[in-house]
C-alpha cells in the first residue's frame, strides 16, 4: 500500500507566459481510488502550451502540466482493485468509470465523473497531491505528467503491456490516439476514399496514418511549412498543397481538385477559419468534416447553413473518440504489431531537464513530439 511523502524532480509553471522551472516536490502518497506513478516519459503537446500561455479559461496556477506520458505504478491507494505496485500504466485525461451515462452510451468517451475538480486543477476531492516550496501546486488534466511522480484517479489510468516502450508509447496519452481515431472512430472513413487534413503536426500526421489504415485512396495533406509535406507523404499522404501557393481560397482548390469536394475533412490545428475551409471543402451530399483542434477560448464557427442543408455533416472528436480505459492497452497492442506507427512520431529525445527546449522546438515548427526522459 501506499507509503509516504514522495519528494522528486517536477517542472512548475509558477505563472502563465514564464518558461518552467525544475523544482523539487512533494507528492503525497494516494487516498482512496488514487494512484501514484513514477513517471518514466512524457512528451510535449500543444494543449501544454496553450495553458501555458494564459489562454487557456480553465488554466490554474501554479501547475504541473503535461497530459502524454506513461509510467509504472509506484503505489495504490485504499479501494484500487485493477491496479498494483509495478503496473506498466498510461494516465488519461478522459477516464473510463464504467458507471456515467457517458460510460454507459457507446456514442461517447466523455467520460464526466470526474470532471468538474479535473477542470479546476485538482484530485476528485477538491484537493492536490503536489507541494513546492510550502504552496500548493495545481493538477493539469487529471494526469500532471511533468513530474518524476504523479498522482491519479484509478479511473483515470491505462494498464498496458510490460513489453512496450514507455518513450515511445507515452504518446498514445493524447496526439496519436486522437489522430488516429478522428479518422476510424469520428468520421469512419471509407475504404476508397478521398480525405483532406489540415494542419500536418503530430495529430495531422495520426489522422493521415488513420485514413490509410481506413483505405482512404486519396489523402491531401494541407499546410502552411511545406517542410512538414515529406513526413506527411511517409505517413501515408498521397499528395500536400500549401494554401499560400493559391489566389483562390483553399476550399475551391480543393473542391475542383477532387471533383466536387472530398468525402471526409480534418480540421487539426485549431484555427476556426481553417474549420470553415475543412467544412467547405467536403462533397455535397455526403462530405464530413471532423474538427480535431482545439480553439482558443470564446472563438465561433461559422458557414452558411446552405452547406449543411445541401448534405455535409460538421463532427468533433475528444481523444479520438476511444473509451480510454478499455482502449488504449489495444492501441498500445497494434503498435507492438506494427498495425500502427508510434516512433516515426518522435523527432526528439531530450533529459527532462530541458523541458523548456522541447517547447521552443515545438513553437519553432521544428519538431512532431519531443520526448522527455527521468
Known sequence: MAS??????????????????IEEVEVAPPKAHEVRIKVVATAVCHTDAYT?????PEGCFPVILGHEGAGIVESVGEGVTKLKPGDTVIPLYIPQCGECKFCLNPKTNLCQKIRVTQGKGLM???????????KQIYHFMGTS?????????????AKIDAAAPLDKVCLLGCGISTGY????????????????VFGLGGVGLAVIMGCKVAGASRIIGVDLNKDK??????????????????????????????????????????N???????????????????????????????????????????????????KSVESVPKLVAEYMSK????????????????????????????SIRSVLKF
Open 181 to 196: 481515431g478522428a479518422a476510424i472512430n469520428t468520421a469512419k472513413v471509407e475504404p476508397g476514399s478521398t480525405c483532406a
Open 272 to 322: 476556426v477559419g481553417v474549420m470553415r475551409a475543412a467544412l467547405e471543402s467536403c462533397h455535397k451530399g455526403w462530405g464530413v468534416s471532423v474538427i480535431v483542434g482545439v480553439a482558443a477560448a470564446g472563438q465561433e464557427i461559422s458557414t452558411r447553413p446552405f452547406q449543411l442543408v445541401t448534405g455535409r455533416t460538421w463532427k468533433g472528436t475528444a481523444f479520438g473518440g476511444w
Open 124 to 134: 476528485p476531492d477538491a484537493t492536490s497531491r503536489f507541494t513546492c516550496k510550502g
Open 229 to 270: 509535406f515529406a513526413k506527411a507523404k511517409e505517413f501515408g499522404a498521397t499528395e500536400c498543397i500549401n494554401p499560400q501557393d493559391f489566389k483562390k481560397p483553399i476550399q475551391e482548390v480543393l473542391v475542383e481538385l477532387t471533383d466536387g469536394g472530398v468525402d471526409y475533412s480534418f480540421e487539426c490545428i485549431g
Open 339 to 366: 498495425k500502427i506507427k508510434v516512433d516515426e512520431f518522435v523527432t526528439h529525445t531530450l533529459p527532462f531537464d530541458k523541458i523548456n527546449e522541447a517547447f521552443q522546438l515545438m513553437h519553432a515548427g521544428k
Open 4 to 21: 509516504g511523502v514522495i519528494k522528486c524532480k517536477a517542472a512548475v509553471a509558477w505563472e502563465a507566459g514564464k518558461p518552467l522551472s
Open 145 to 157: 505528467t511533468f513530474s518524476e511522480y504523479t498522482v491519479v484517479a484509478d479511473i483515470s489510468v
Open 52 to 56: 501555458l500561455s494564459g489562454a487557456d
